[in-house]
């Protein structure tokens, strides 16, 4: 448990509210099998994935999704539009070139007149978000603050690759942060390698290689994946991050809670758990059912696993992703879950 909190405790941003959203569409690995050379059984096995769900619907991007996400969080936690004094979506999958999907989501949940950005850090995202978003809190400049990662990464997967289209799915996951002296993030690390581009990017439609017929037919507008070096990396930054956040705070593996992880890949999260040595099943895993969801794989494990989770227990949010870019945030729960 946290030390009790005393009036020259430090303020931290607490996060004091979770909501979640995925699409209804549903696409199942069987489903998969019927379009590319695959099986359910290769995609459990290399990934641990059985569905996931896909925004489908003329119009509607990542906002979307986003503004379900926040609408829900404000509704749950009480708080008004008008009480939020930030607003910052973590997304790689923005709904335009601009202006920020953030300022979209705003509009959509009527959170107006105040700051309204997008973070852009791809699958560590929203890591990245919610260490800016802390700093606001603990000057005392801010006392509501809406983070939301939300993704319609389907929207970037080439359906006849194999190697990628099985691992992603779309969604959006909100957080309410407030002040708070006993319970809130304690220690964040963010951290980029821009040598890691080669492994996974998007080579055309930004202002390199702007979108043209010729992009369009040569396939350049879809997610491009060295899978086997993301793997190696991702392992590895996942748990020296991890490791670090333990190191600085003076955390043993049982004094960690919940490892809430990136949800990139089953085989992922279980080497990070067993490398910090925590019980596998103290990390969260969501990936089964929604795939991942990019920036909003962390938010939409804390949603599923909220009713679990109780005031005081100590979390480490480890994320790695295209950049490459990765972090984590360790935490104290500040609710029983409900
Ligand atoms: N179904 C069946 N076979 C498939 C397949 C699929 N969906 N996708 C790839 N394969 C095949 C490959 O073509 C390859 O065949 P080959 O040996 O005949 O060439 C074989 O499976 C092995 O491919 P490999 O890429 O080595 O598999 P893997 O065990 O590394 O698993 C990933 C592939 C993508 C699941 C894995 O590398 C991964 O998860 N990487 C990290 C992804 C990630 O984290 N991305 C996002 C970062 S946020």
Redesign the pocket.
């Known amino acids: 448990m946290a030390k009790k909190a005393t009036e020259k405790s430090p303020i931290r941003a607490a996060i004091t509210g979770v909501h979640g959203y995925v699409p209804p569409d549903v696409l199942t690995n069987a489903d998969?099998a019927r379009m590319?050379?695959?099986?359910d059984e290769?995609?459990v096995a290399?990934?641990g994935i059985k569905e996931r769900h896909i925004l489908k619907g003329r119009g509607l991007g990542s906002s979307h999704m986003a503004a379900e996400a926040v609408r829900g969080l404000l509704h749950k936690t009480g708080a008004a539009p008008r009480e939020v004094d930030l607003l910052i979506c973590a997304t790689a999958t923005p709904d335009l070139v601009f202006p920020a999907t953030a300022t979209l989501v705003g509009d959509m949940t009527d959170i107006r007149g105040v700051g309204c950005f997008d973070v852009q850090a791809?699958?560590?995202g929203f890591i990245h978000a919610l260490a800016v978003a802390a700093q606001f809190i603990e000057t005392g400049k801010y006392r509501k603050i809406v983070v939301v990662g939300a993704d319609k990464t389907s929207s970037l997967i080439d359906y006849t690759d194999?190697?990628?289209?099985?691992?992603f799915g779309d969604g959006a996951g909100a957080v309410l942060l407030e002040p708070s002296r006993t319970h809130g993030i304690i220690d964040t690390l963010i951290r980029a390698d821009g040598a890691g581009m080669p492994y996974?990017h998007l080579k055309a439609g930004g202002s390199r290689l702007p979108s043209t017929a010729e992009t369009v037919a040569k396939g350049l507008h879809y997610v491009h994946?060295d899978?086997?070096k993301?793997?190696k990396f991702?392992v590895a930054r996942m748990t020296e991050v991890t490791r670090e956040l333990m190191r600085r705070n003076r955390l043993t593996g049982d004094m960690v809670d919940w490892l809430v992880p990136?949800q990139?890949?089953l085989?992922?999260i279980e080497a990070t758990a067993k490398r910090i040595k925590l019980p596998a099943e103290r990390a969260m895993v969501t990936i089964h059912k929604y795939g991942?969801t990019?920036t909003a794989t962390i938010p939409l494990c804390l949603w599923d696993y909220e009713k679990k989770l109780k005031a005081g227990d100590r979390l480490i949010l480890v994320?790695?992703?295209?950049g490459f870019a990765w972090g984590g945030a360790y935490l104290t729960w500040a609710y029983d879950g409900r």
């Open positions: 998969l590319v050379d695959t099986s290769w995609i290399r990934t791809a699958c560590s194999r190697a990628t289209c099985v691992l996974l994946q899978g086997a993301v793997f991702a990136h990139a890949n085989r992922i991942n990019t994320a790695f992703g295209g």
